[in-house]
């Protein structure tokens, strides 16, 4: 069974940094063809899509937002942390992490831009003075 | 950037009826396109990739059809706990992107 949990601070202030810490099992970022993904949702508003990690280290980000993320993974401790910095209070959010189960072709090899299987359940983040 | 529009923003439904759902790509994604849930105060749930692919445990009242830029979500027969909201995501292109979602409501 995956699982999937976020955990971090529920309030930042303008121009701190946020590091978010997703906690999963069920499968490991050690295995080919997994990544995890964050993805977040401004209050009634629809979901944006921030970055993934993959189990071979490589990453992807939202170009929009490329310059102020960074993601991370422990393998050992079955983590994978997400830093946003330079937070602004149109960052407040549900921020989610997700596991993908890469697809993979014999000509092109695993297929990095993928849907999201299972999801954390989320954590509210609020930017405020 | 791919811009994924859905439509209506609202349908109003009866409990038993078809629901149709659309989700249009400003370009083609071939058939990388995914159909999500999301219940207030919960996590998205997929429940469709590749177009037309249901998950293991997600019922066969959903189904999903279309490639290119013309997608359809249809729930066959509406149960009451299907009154949510419905995110398609494309996964053809960087970035990710995601619709704007479309609300079921009990006509």
């Known amino acids: 069974q995956i699982t999937l949990k976020e955990s971090g601070p529920t309030l930042v202030k303008p121009t701190q940094s946020l590091t978010l810490t997703c906690t999963f099992s069920?499968?490991?970022?050690?295995?080919?063809?997994?990544?995890v993904g964050w993805i977040r949702q401004p209050p009634g508003k629809a979901l944006e899509w921030l970055g993934f990690?993959?189990?071979?280290?490589?990453?992807a980000y939202s170009p929009s937002l490329k310059t102020r993320l960074t993601i991370t993974k422990d393998t050992s401790k079955n983590q994978v942390v997400l830093i946003m910095t330079n937070m602004d209070p149109v960052d407040t959010a549900t921020y989610y992490c997700a596991h993908s189960r890469l697809t993979y072709d014999v000509f092109n090899g695993y297929n990095r831009k993928s849907r999201f299987d299972y999801w954390g359940q989320g954590t509210q983040v609020t930017v405020s003075s | 950037e791919i811009v994924m529009t859905q439509s209506p923003a609202t349908l109003s439904v009866s409990p038993g009826e078809r629901a149709t759902l659309s989700c249009r790509a400003s370009?083609?994604?071939?058939?990388?396109l995914a159909w999500y849930q999301q219940k207030p105060g919960q996590a998205p749930r997929l429940l469709i990739y590749?177009?037309?692919t249901r998950p293991t445990g997600i019922p066969v009242r959903f189904s999903g059809s279309g490639s290119g830029t013309e997608f359809t979500l249809t729930i066959s027969s509406l149960q009451s706990e299907d009154i949510t909201v419905y995110y398609c995501?494309?996964?053809?292109?960087?970035?990710?992107?995601f619709g704007q979602g479309t609300r079921l409501e009990i006509k």
């Open positions: 590749g177009a037309s």
């Open positions: 069920g499968f490991s970022l050690r295995a080919s063809g997994v990544g």
């Open positions: 370009q083609s994604v071939s058939s990388n």
């Open positions: 990690i993959y189990w071979d280290d490589d990453e």
């Open positions: 995501q494309q996964y053809d292109n960087w970035p990710l992107t």
